[in-house]
């Protein structure tokens, strides 16, 4: 089991920054892919970022490609999520995830379906 709880959400200006935090627990042993997603009202959960284990692989949805970046720290089991220059279409649940059957990221990576675990979410507001 793995249980992963969000921080770091809030209400920003839009151009603004926010970190959101995802602390990892239940599993010591890590080794599994995680990533974030978001959901803004009356619409679907859509991908956000992911990273692998190792932190050598990291993956974007185009939105957020060059505003965004997704890292970890493995020795304390948090997985971040660094946003930059917010946009109002930005504001939505953040969510955390991680797929335990995996350190790397395959064909799955951008999907719901390809992790088993999630957090509660931490929302962002962006203001215009």
């Known amino acids: 089991q793995v249980q992963l709880v969000e921080s770091g959400g809030g209400l920003v200006q839009a151009g603004g920054s926010l970190r959101l935090s995802c602390a990892a627990s239940g599993r010591s042993s890590g080794g599994y892919a995680m990533g974030w997603f978001r959901q803004a009202p009356g619409k679907e959960r859509e991908f956000v970022a992911a990273?692998?284990?190792?932190?050598?692989?990291?993956l974007y949805a185009d939105s957020v490609k060059g505003r965004f970046t997704i890292s970890r720290n493995n020795v304390r089991n948090m997985l971040y999520l660094q946003m930059n220059s917010l946009k109002p279409d930005d504001t939505a649940v953040y969510y955390c995830?991680?797929?335990?059957?995996?350190?790397?990221?395959?064909?799955?990576?951008?999907?719901?379906?390809?992790?088993?675990?999630w957090g509660q979410g931490t929302q962002v507001t962006v203001s215009s």
């Open positions: 995830a991680a797929n335990s059957a995996s350190s790397g990221l395959g064909g799955w990576f951008n999907s719901r379906s390809g992790y088993n675990y």
């Open positions: 990273i692998s284990w190792v932190g050598g692989t990291a």
